[in-house]
């Protein structure tokens, strides 16, 4: 099988080249009374930042490119909605399927970096026949999660810099083959969605596959619920989870703070109409366009990937 190699160098860096390029400067004047030096740490980040770059973008020159539309019958113009009676049938039975399947295992987050990775890249690899690795590095902090308090993890499309903001349970495989996804080039976020949920559950790793069916169930509730809050921790309460579960579902809707709410409220504005104007639907393919391409992908017959996928 071909493989390729993204090098991804900056996401070895210790710290962020990013924050790095952005703070520097003023840090070097608050601590030193000066910005000479903090300039000069700016641009040798920057530098190591844009080489960086470079070489992923002539590694990735020999990429085979995933056609979403060819393989799975679905993408994000061609999405079939899923009417509301069908949500909430599937909303019961991944309620049941997950608490047939419940693992409380848990995997520290270097090493499960690392098996998510492996699993992604071999799921790729049977669509693609090309091996694409890439780093399995993750930070826990960048400045980003100031910028974006409402998002749990994220990823420098440029760089290949994977950030996750906070421990997020069973979800944290979902949440990083996600990122994982956008760092081998992909950068719309129902392909991410998409391929992340097909990756974990084609592992057939317990762990893997509570995360992909745990996102799956959180995004339809979601859907179901709109912008209701409330709404929202009725349903989970109301689709009789085991109580490890529910809660993990409910921390995902807290109430926002003060600086959360109002910061999040300008920044998704703002997000989701970058994402439109680079060909995306919005923030909504995050669930309603992530669980509409499972529903289309299983309805289709014109794709050439095997639709029992889009089952579980």
């Known amino acids: 099988m071909d493989e390729i190699r993204i090098p991804n160098d900056a996401t070895y860096a210790p710290f962020s080249l990013t924050d790095i390029i952005a703070t520097a400067p003023l840090a070097s004047r608050l601590i030193l009374g000066a910005t000479l030096p903090g300039r000069l740490l700016s641009a040798a980040a920057l530098g190591m930042y844009a080489g960086s770059a470079v070489k992923d973008w002539v590694s990735r020159r020999d ?8 393989e799975f ?15 909430r049938e599937e909303v019961a039975r991944l309620a049941k399927r997950m608490n047939d399947g419940f ?58 810099d994977v950030a996750l903001f906070r421990d997020t349970g ?8 996600h990122e994982f996804v956008h760092r081998k080039g992909y950068i719309k976020e129902l392909h991410a ?8 559950m084609a592992s057939g790793d317990p762990v893997m596959v509570q995360s992909a069916l745990a996102e799956r169930l959180h995004r339809q509730i979601k859907v179901i619920a709109g912008e209701d809050h409330q709404a929202y921790h009725d349903l989970v309460d109301g689709i009789e989870l085991r109580g490890e579960l529910a809660e993990e ?15 999040s409220v300008v920044m998704k504005k703002l ?10 639907n ?7 366009g992530f669980t509409n391409f499972l529903y289309t992908f299983k309805q289709s017959r014109k794709c050439r990937q095997e639709r029992w996928q889009a089952e579980f």
């Open 282 to 288: 919005g923030l909504s393919d995050y669930d309603e």
């Open 73 to 87: 019958g679905a993408d994000v113009k061609t999405l079939m909605p899923m009417p509301e009676a069908a949500r």
């Open 170 to 177: 069973i979800f944290e495989p979902h949440v990083i083959c």
């Open 193 to 200: 969605q998409a391929l992340s949920y097909l990756a974990l």
């Open 271 to 280: 997000y989701d109409e970058r994402m439109k104007l680079m060909g995306q």
């Open 103 to 160: 693992t409380d295992e848990r995997i520290p987050r270097e090493a499960l970096a690392k098996v998510v990775n492996e699993h992604l890249t071999e799921y790729m690899a049977g669509v693609t026949g090309q091996r694409v690795h890439t780093s399995s590095e993750v930070r826990d902090f960048t400045l980003a999660k100031l910028v974006f308090p409402f998002a749990m993890g994220v990823c420098d499309v440029i760089s290949g």
């Open 63 to 70: 990429m085979v490119w995933i056609d979403f539309q060819v």
């Open 249 to 263: 579902l409910h921390m995902l809707r807290p109430e926002a703070g003060a600086y959360e709410g109002s910061v």
